[in-house]
Nanobody, 116 residues
């Protein structure tokens, strides 16, 4: 059974930092591209960052060099280091993976709240 468990969210002030963690199990982690998405109340989910099986990364424009996505295949775990957080970053953050058949899995999410 595929499982993705996100942790590390919390409440911080503007300018603060958080490190999100996604513990993966039930599939060959090293074979899957992984990504973080987020969803704020009343808004559509939006893509934040991705890392492929060759460790190549890509980021949404609003990240502005503030976030870093990484993975450790032997654990297997996905990370999102977030610095210089802004109130607009407040959202539920999800770890997501998709399989070749088109089936997508996400965890339960971890809440990030940034106060001004």
């Amino acid at each position: 059974e595929v499982q993705l468990v996100e942790t590390g969210g919390g409440e911080v002030q503007s300018g603060g930092s958080l490190r999100l963690t996604c513990a993966a199990s039930g599939f060959t982690f090293s074979s899957n591209e992984m990504k973080w998405i987020r969803q704020a109340p009343g808004k559509e989910p939006e893509w934040v960052a991705s890392i492929d099986t060759s460790f190549r990364t890509s980021y949404a424009d609003f990240v502005k060099n503030r976030f870093t996505i990484s993975r450790v295949n032997v654990r297997p775990t996905l990370y999102l280091e977030m610095n210089n957080l802004e109130p607009g970053d407040s959202a539920l953050y999800y770890c997501v993976t998709r399989f070749p058949a088109g089936i997508e899995y996400r965890g339960q999410g971890t809440q990030v709240t940034v106060s001004a």
